[in-house]
């Protein structure tokens, strides 16, 4: 049997308690909703979970909802037969029945359409589901993580995801804390992210500057910890020597730990900051921003040209 990794780096109080939390529910088959801001970690918990429980022996597969077609998101969720669609020339197996009984995330759950909703929701009653094309009726042995960092409750309230399904769905929950509310595992996180950087890029023995620990901890990182890891290894590859100091960091990082960095700002100002922030650690990808800062893309590319971010 193997190990289960143990990377959640958790000094902080808030860390630990969702540690804690992952450990009771590990043992559990219930279905589990995490819930948090883009960045923190869902995923990560979800995967330390699964292998601090009884199915670390078998598969965790994961389901991107959100940028996936929901027409693949359900192939890939059930399955299907030959001829099911156009395209599909041949049986495909999907996660619930290739995770045996393992673990399926279903990442960003929120943006399942009603039609798959509606199939969800069976498959948690009934735990049984049919590949798209097919009569042959399957049980499923895999356990559901469905993770969000949507208001389900609100989303709910507006009529667009099912309340039966929330119920179902949020029997465990999990709410992950935002770096900003978890300030004793920022530095901490930095040097671990810095590690393991350092050794993809050949250059072991690299460290943070005092100048640069204070500068990461006057920041108030709104993409989290992905924000942060991207960060941290822009600031590798632009350094020079074996310690980081502020100027290997992105501007906006920088602007947090200047004089003026406290000063009030308008929420333009703020907003502008985030968004810039959020394109230099994930190098202008746009669809990936625009998850991360919880907009659209095409909000985000207006909101691009208005600050002019280019």
Not at 15 to 31: D, H, Q
Not at 104 to 133: C, H, M, N, W, Y
Not at 160 to 183: G, H, K, N
Not at 288 to 308: N, P
């Amino acid at each position: 049997m193997s190990e289960p990794r143990m990377d959640w780096i958790a000094e902080d109080p808030a860390s630990k308690a969702v540690l804690e939390l992952a450990r009771k529910v590990a043992e559990t088959s219930t279905t589990l909703l995490i819930m948090g801001e883009s960045g923190t970690g869902k995923d990560h918990v979800a995967r330390l979970i699964h292998e601090l429980g009884p199915r670390r022996d078998s598969p965790f597969l994961k389901i991107d909802c959100a940028s996936l077609p929901q027409e693949l998101v359900e192939s890939e969720l059930f399955g299907h037969e030959r001829g099911a669609f156009t395209g599909a020339v041949e049986r495909k197996l999907g996660r619930l029945e290739l995770a045996g009984t393992g673990t399926i995330a279903l990442d960003e759950v929120a943006a399942l359409s009603p039609a798959t909703q509606s199939k969800l929701l069976r498959v948690l009653e009934e735990r049984q589901f049919e590949r798209l094309g097919g009569t042959e009726t399957i049980s499923i042995g895999a356990r559901l993580v469905a993770l969000t960092n949507s208001e389900l409750s609100r989303l709910v309230a507006e009529g667009r995801f099912r309340e039966d399904l929330y119920f179902r769905l949020s029997v465990l929950t999990i709410s992950m804390p935002a770096l900003r509310a978890r300030p004793a595992d920022l530095l901490p996180l930095a040097n671990a992210l810095l590690e393991r950087a350092a050794r993809v890029h050949g250059r072991a023995g690299v460290s943070l500057s005092e100048p640069a620990t204070k500068l990461l901890a006057a920041y108030s990182w709104p993409g989290n910890v992905r924000e942060l890891r991207n960060a941290i290894e822009r600031a590798l590859v632009f350094s020079a020597g074996s310690l980081l100091t502020p100027e290997d960091f992105p501007e906006s990082v920088r602007m947090a730990g200047s004089p003026s960095g406290g000063a009030l700002r308008s929420l333009e100002e703020m907003e502008r900051e985030a968004i810039h922030a959020t394109l230099e650690a994930t190098r202008y990808k746009i669809g990936k921003s625009a998850q991360i800062l919880g907009i659209s893309r095409k909000t985000l590319l207006d909101k691009r040209k208005k600050y002019g971010l280019n």
